[in-house]
């Protein structure tokens, strides 16, 4: 069975699409922090070194291990030059 043959049996089932609801805003931070560290060519260490953190700590956040505070995250943002946005849907 290929990846897409799988997503759609998955994405059939009610509890695992709530699941995946729930747990998309860890994905997107692991996902912000892949691409932009990847895009800038650093390793975890260094990402880390540049946000005076622990490799560890890019690992878990990488990983959606952790959750990250929003102080932690305007710092990842503005390291790259950017700045934090929230969004709240369906309100």
Known sequence: ??????????????????????????????????????????????LAKKLATQQSVISRIENARTTVSLSFLKRFASCFGGQLNIGIEGI
């Open 1 to 46: 069975m290929n990846w897409e043959t799988h997503k759609k049996k998955l994405l059939k089932d009610s509890q695992f699409r709530q699941a995946l609801r729930e747990t998309k805003p860890e994905y997107e931070v692991a996902r912000a922090f892949i691409l932009a560290r990847v895009k800038h060519e650093l390793t975890q260490k260094e």
